[in-house]
């Protein structure tokens, strides 16, 4: 009986090693001990993250977007296109809302202006 015993705290005390020794997510495991002598694992809580980075690079891709089409569109026919779509269909209303000149993809197309 005693090998058996030492067997598992072996055992044991290699689950924690590993627990241990693994990577960040697995190093938030816990192993618990309850009063009856199971033992629980518990994994790290998963909570929502925000990707700050990749809705940024989003952003950025959708100025130099708008700013590149203003650039070799002129001002005057963009603006022209994006009244075209406002009294259609409401993706097209709301396409032609998110398409509107702003202040940043206007500097945008100016410095692509001073590019070419």
């Known amino acids: ?15 924690y090693e590993l627990n241990e020794e693994t990577s960040k997510k697995a190093s ?33 891709a959708v100025f130099v977007l708008k700013g590149a089409m203003m650039a070799r ?10 009244g075209r779509l406002a009294p259609s269909t409401l993706l097209e209303q709301v396409g032609a809302w998110t398409m509107r000149p702003d202040p940043i993809s206007s500097w945008v197309a100016l410095q692509i202006k001073r590019l070419s």
Request: aromatic share 12%.
């Open 73 to 82: 569109l002129g001002p005057d026919f963009y603006k022209a296109q994006i």
């Open 1 to 15: 009986m005693t090998d058996s015993y030492n067997d598992f705290h072996a055992r044991v005390a290699r689950i």
């Open 28 to 60: 938030k495991m816990s192993l618990k001990a309850k009063r009856d002598g199971t033992f629980v694992i518990r994994g790290a809580l998963s909570g929502f993250r925000v990707p700050w980075t990749g809705i940024m690079m989003i952003l950025v």
